[in-house]
């Protein structure tokens, strides 16, 4: 699919010419091997970068290709340093799914065998939603995030075997960190479960899910805003009256998302008094730690619905 976002610096179309964006340390640029001796590894945004980071810690040295909220997955095309990046890793990690099929050129032309973890292979929820359709964020489907961790732990392992260990203990502890968002999900469930909210796009649906929440919004409407296009005036039309009519506690807006539609729906929500939860698809500015980014995120969807926000 395909997104256009009026706020966000898309970067031009260039097949096989590709761009990097740095989300490790200095040496991670040049070419070759990290003079430190750590493992080169490649992600395709910083979400997964942070992922990989927490697993590896100070024996990978990792680049995110996305490390930008202003850069848009969905339409990045890389240029030549991405590609050598790519080149010299031992391990990339996309999501896979069609978001980031700029990832998967850069390893077809990279002239190199790198191991690869694709999320959304690993996740399997692809084939379970057969011809429903599929939800292709799956960096926030939290049990995919951990078999991501244990997939890359494994990898590292292989690519590492004298710090296997470490890579296996830091799967674990951050696993464990994931289920305490598990936890805050299920608490919001606990209390919550039925309640109606909107969205602006599918990006946090998962862990709408999750918390035992019902998406009120037309899907009609949530598609065109995720395919950068608008909807038809009726469904936004429809859209607004949801949100100001009170027929929902909370509208989850992504904030990497903007365009006179969205701010609609949001301005319309807030003359109702309904909150409206910011939610980002990739790690804010500042934030490097996708726990820290994914618990503050939940908690803002607990004090909207528990009228604290």
Same mark, same amino acid.
């Given at each position: 699919?395909?997104?256009?976002?009026?706020?966000?610096?898309?970067?031009?179309?260039? #097949?096989?010419?590709? /761009? %990097?964006?740095a989300? +490790?340390?200095?040496?991670? @640029? !040049? =070419? $070759?091997?990290?003079?430190?001796?750590?493992?080169?590894?490649?992600?395709?945004?910083?979400?997964?970068?942070?992922?990989?980071?927490?697993?590896?810690?100070?024996?990978?040295?990792?680049?995110?290709?996305?490390d930008?909220?202003?850069?848009?997955?969905h339409?990045?095309?890389?240029?030549?340093?991405?590609?050598?990046?790519?080149?010299?890793?031992?391990?990339?990690?996309?999501?896979?799914g069609?978001?980031?099929?700029?990832?998967?050129?850069?390893?077809?032309?990279?002239?190199?065998?790198? #191991?690869?973890?694709? /999320? %959304?292979?690993?996740? +399997?929820?692809?084939?379970? @939603? !057969? =011809? $429903?359709?599929?939800?292709?964020?799956?960096?926030?489907?939290?049990?995919?995030?951990?078999?991501?961790?244990?997939?890359v732990?494994?990898?590292?392992?292989?690519?590492?075997?004298?710090?296997?260990?470490?890579?296996?203990?830091?799967?674990?502890?951050?696993?464990?960190?994931?289920?305490?968002?598990?936890s805050?999900?299920?608490?919001?469930?606990?209390?919550?479960?039925?309640?109606?909210?909107?969205?602006?796009?599918?990006?946090?649906?998962?862990?709408?899910?999750?918390?035992?929440?019902?998406?009120a919004?037309?899907?009609?409407?949530?598609?065109?805003?995720?395919?950068?296009?608008?909807?038809?005036?009726?469904?936004?039309?429809?859209?607004?009256?949801?949100?100001?009519?009170?027929?929902?506690?909370?509208?989850?807006?992504?904030?990497?998302?903007?365009?006179?539609?969205?701010?609609?729906?949001?301005?319309?929500?807030k003359?109702?008094?309904?909150?409206?939860?910011?939610?980002?698809?990739?790690?804010?500015?500042?934030?490097?730690?996708?726990?820290?980014?994914?618990?503050?995120?939940?908690?803002?969807?607990?004090?909207a619905?528990?009228?604290?926000?």
């Amino acid at each position: 699919m395909t997104l256009r976002r009026p706020l966000t610096i898309l970067v031009g179309v260039a #097949a096989l010419s590709l /761009a %990097v964006v740095a989300c +490790g340390s200095s040496d991670d @640029a !040049g =070419s $070759g091997a990290p003079a430190d001796g750590t493992v080169p590894v490649v992600a395709s945004t910083n979400v997964y970068g942070a992922v990989v980071r927490a697993v590896g810690g100070e024996h990978v040295s990792v680049t995110s290709v996305i490390d930008s909220p202003d850069a848009d997955p969905h339409e990045y095309e890389s240029r030549p340093a991405d590609a050598a990046a790519v080149a010299r890793a031992k391990l990339v990690v996309m999501n896979g799914g069609g978001y980031d099929d700029f990832a998967t050129k850069l390893v077809a032309s990279a002239g190199s065998s790198p #191991a690869i973890v694709d /999320a %959304v292979q690993v996740s +399997g929820l692809e084939q379970a @939603a !057969g =011809s $429903g359709g599929f939800n292709e964020h799956v960096w926030y489907h939290l049990p995919t995030v951990r078999k991501v961790a244990d997939q890359v732990a494994k990898d590292l392992g292989t690519l590492d075997p004298a710090n296997a260990a470490a890579y296996t203990a830091n799967a674990t502890a951050f696993d464990g960190k994931v289920a305490g968002l598990t936890s805050k999900l299920e608490a919001i469930k606990a209390q919550h479960a039925g309640r109606r909210v909107a969205v602006t796009e599918p990006v946090p649906l998962y862990e709408i899910e999750a918390a035992g929440l019902v998406n009120a919004t037309p899907e009609e409407f949530s598609k065109a805003v995720e395919e950068g296009n608008d909807p038809p005036a009726a469904v936004l039309d429809e859209t607004t009256r949801l949100v100001a009519g009170g027929d929902v506690k909370a509208l989850v807006s992504n904030s990497q998302t903007e365009s006179p539609t969205t701010t609609r729906v949001e301005d319309a929500a807030k003359a109702a008094g309904v909150p409206v939860v910011s939610v980002t698809e990739t790690l804010p500015a500042g934030v490097d730690d996708y726990v820290a980014w994914q618990s503050s995120q939940i908690d803002a969807l607990a004090a909207a619905l528990n009228g604290t926000a």
